[in-house]
């Protein structure tokens, strides 16, 4: 195994002269008034060792990165038939794109883009209220981390509601194919708040652990998947979890990632570990710029690309 915390500690010294580069999210205000020079980074490996970085500890808005862990609730729940529903291919278009939802008959391309992400609230919404269902998905992120501090920011929340235009037309454009099978109102209720979940590097990292270790959490002993699932979630993050900037991302870091406007990447490298980023600016695809750049760094360094040394 590399000296991981010698890593972080390289790639938190490196990148401190480029920290405020790239352009922070300013949709709403919570996010455009979070420190831009603020970075991150915990890694956790299979044997349940964290090596952390910069502000590992500081939680901050995990926005899409949650789209992960509503796709394996919603599997959890509805298992393949979930795919009715959401297809499994890269979009090659921007994060809230509606143009392919009109020729795919509202069938979001995949989990992850926002129309994605939406149909799998719905799906997570079956049998609940919305409240129920955001109970259960803070509780599931919760029995994840094994941390029962995480919880969501209602200011947040708050404001992905007031200024959700685009989402509002994204589920009511769903909800005209009849893709969706609850109110509008109640499926981006669960979304909105879904994505205003706030995390820390470490707690995302002790999230994503169970994908890098065939589905168990090392650290709580807990099945959460079977090893096919996770493989598969996996398989989809690697695809399509930077949006139509997830071809740079594989050439470049060669890991499974979820990024969120908010800064945050979440990265799984099978096998070995789970690695958290976090740093606010974005590049031109809504993805963090320089939590890229420090993946890129790990994988160099690591040899962990899944494609190869
Ligand atoms: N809440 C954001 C939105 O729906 C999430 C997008 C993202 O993180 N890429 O627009």
């Not at 899409?64 to 599997?75: H, Q, R």
């Not at 509780?139 to 235009?165: C, Q």
Request: aromatic content about 8%.
């Amino acid at each position: 195994m590399p000296d991981l915390q010698a890593i972080v500690d390289e790639i938190h010294e490196k990148l401190q002269p480029r920290l405020g580069e790239g352009k922070v999210a300013d949709y709403i205000p919570q996010l455009a008034h979070v420190d831009p020079k603020k970075f991150g980074i915990a890694i956790i490996d299979v044997d349940g060792q964290t090596y952390k970085a910069g502000d590992a500890d500081v939680p901050f808005s995990i926005q899409s990165v949650s789209k992960v862990f509503t796709l394996t609730l919603a599997l959890g729940k509805h298992g393949e038939t979930t795919w009715n529903r959401v297809g499994r291919e890269p979009s090659g278009s921007a994060f809230n794109s509606i143009v392919q939802l009109e020729h795919e008959e509202g069938k979001p391309r995949n989990p992850f883009i926002n129309a994605g992400a939406i149909a799998v609230s719905d799906l997570v919404l079956a049998g609940h209220t919305p409240r129920e269902a955001i109970g259960e998905i803070v509780r599931f992120v919760r029995y994840l981390a094994d941390d029962d501090t995480i919880a969501i920011d209602p200011e947040v929340a708050k404001s992905e509601h007031a200024t959700g235009y685009r989402n509002f037309a994204l589920a009511n454009f769903m909800r005209s194919f009849n893709k969706l099978t609850h109110p509008v109102e109640h499926v981006l209720g669960v979304y909105f708040h879904h994505c205003a979940l706030a995390m820390t590097c470490t707690q995302l990292a002790r999230s994503g652990l169970f994908l890098a270790a065939s589905g168990r959490n090392p650290l709580t002993g807990h099945t959460v998947v079977s090893p096919q699932r996770a493989r598969r979630i996996n398989a989809l993050m690697l695809t399509c979890g930077h949006y139509d900037g997830s071809g740079d991302f594989a050439y470049r870091v060669g890991l499974p990632g979820k990024s969120g406007v908010g800064g945050g990447i979440l990265a799984v490298a099978p096998g070995k570990a789970s690695v958290a980023v976090w740093s606010p600016g974005l590049n031109n695809h809504g993805n963090s710029l320089l939590g890229s750049l420090a993946l890129e760094m790990l994988a160099h360094r690591t040899g962990w690309s899944v494609f190869g040394p």
